[in-house]
C-alpha cells in the first residue's frame, strides 16, 4: 500500500508470470511520473479483481493496474484508488491495514522483515554510485561541523528503519 500513489502498479515481471500476455493490455493515456524523479511510460492498463480477507469475511474489488517495465523490488503498488475503492484504512506504524466486509471488519497485516528483506536484495543487486568531484577546499566545508559556516549541514547516514514490533490492534 503507498497512500502517496494516485496509480496502481503492477510490474511487467508479475504480469507475466500471472499468465497474461501483452495483448491482454488497454492503451494507457499518461506518463506516470514519480519513480526516483522519473517519468515512465506504462506499458498498457488491465483491470484485474483485487481479493482482501478470506472466506465469508472477504471482499473483491475491481482495479485498474498501470503495468509497467521497471526493476522494482515489489510485485505491485497499491494506490489511493485502491484504498477509496476498498474504504480502506491503514495505520503504518502497525503495519496493518483495515477495510469494511459484509461480514465485518478484515485486518491485513504487513510483513515489516519480508519488506526489508525485498529490499534488501533489490539494492544489493542494483547498486549505483554516483560520484561528484569537488574541489578540496569544498570538502573541508561540507565535511564541517558547523552548518552554518559551511553553507549546509554535516554529512550523516540518514538511513532509517522501523523498528516496530507491536501488533495491529483489533479494533481502532
Not at 501483452?22 to 481479493?51: H, W
Request: a neutral charge.
Amino acid at each position: 500500500m503507498d497512500n502517496g500513489s494516485s496509480a496502481d502498479i503492477l510490474v511487467w515481471q508479475c504480469f507475466v508470470k500471472m499468465g497474461f500476455t501483452k495483448t491482454a493490455l488497454k492503451k494507457s493515456q499518461y506518463p506516470l511520473i514519480g519513480f526516483g524523479g522519473k517519468r515512465i511510460e506504462a506499458l498498457g492498463k488491465i483491470e484485474l479483481n483485487v481479493t482482501f480477507g478470506e472466506g465469508a469475511a472477504q471482499r473483491t474489488e475491481a482495479i485498474t493496474f498501470d503495468v509497467v517495465d521497471i526493476n522494482y523490488p515489489y510485485n505491485a503498488i497499491f494506490g489511493r484508488n485502491t484504498l477509496v475503492k476498498f474504504a480502506a484504512v491503514i495505520h503504518q506504524s502497525y503495519l496493518c491495514m483495515k477495510l469494511p466486509t459484509a461480514e465485518g471488519i478484515v485486518t491485513v497485516f504487513g510483513n515489516q522483515e519480508e519488506a526489508r528483506r525485498c529490499e534488501d536484495n533489490a539494492s544489493t543487486a542494483n547498486k549505483n554510485v554516483h560520484v561528484i568531484e569537488t574541489p578540496n577546499e569544498d570538502n573541508e566545508a561540507a565535511n564541517s561541523e558547523e552548518p552554518e559556516k559551511s553553507g549546509g549541514y554535516p554529512r550523516r547516514n540518514t538511513r532509517r528503519r522501523c523498528h516496530c514490533a507491536k501488533m495491529c490492534p483489533t479494533e481502532w
